[in-house]
C-alpha cells in the first residue's frame, strides 16, 4: 500500500517561492506507471492540478500554472517536491500531493499553506 506525507511550510510571505516536498513509502516513486501529481484547493472551491513527474521522471503541467511551477524528485529519499514562485494570497489552499496509476489512486493528508504578510 502506498503511502504520502506532504511537508512544508504552513505560512508563506507574498512574492516568495513556497515549496512542498511529498515523501513516499510502500511503494518506489520510479515503480512503472506510476505519475505523481500535486493537487491543491482553495478554500471553497473545487481541487486544482499542479502537474506530476512520471516514475521516469518526465514531467507535465497545468498550462494555467506552467509559468510559475516546477515538479522535481530525489530518488535516494523516495521523495517528490513542488515549487510554486511568486506566491499571492491566492494560492492559499490545501496542497496534496497523489500517486496515480491505473485502477489505483492514492493521496497524502493534505496539509494547509497561508500565504500572508
Known amino acids: 500500500q502506498v503511502q504520502l506525507q506532504e511537508s512544508g511550510p504552513g505560512l508563506v510571505k507574498p512574492s516568495q517561492t513556497l515549496s512542498l516536498t511529498c515523501t513516499v513509502s510502500?511503494?518506489?516513486?520510479?515503480?512503472?506507471?506510476?505519475?505523481w501529481n500535486w493537487i491543491r484547493q482553495p478554500p471553497g472551491k473545487g481541487l486544482e492540478w499542479f502537474g506530476y513527474?512520471?516514475?521516469?521522471?518526465?514531467?507535465r503541467y497545468s498550462p494555467s500554472l506552467k509559468s510559475r511551477t516546477s515538479i522535481s524528485r530525489d530518488t535516494s529519499k523516495n521523495q517528490f517536491t513542488l515549487q510554486l514562485s511568486s506566491v499571492t494570497p491566492e494560492d492559499t489552499a490545501v496542497y496534496y500531493c497523489?500517486?496515480?496509476?491505473?485502477?489505483?489512486?492514492?493521496w497524502g493528508q493534505g496539509t494547509q499553506v497561508t500565504v500572508s504578510s
Open positions: 497523489n500517486a496515480l496509476v491505473v485502477g489505483r489512486n492514492y
Open positions: 510502500g511503494g518506489s516513486i520510479t515503480t512503472n506507471e506510476y505519475y
Open positions: 513527474i512520471s516514475y521516469s521522471g518526465g514531467t
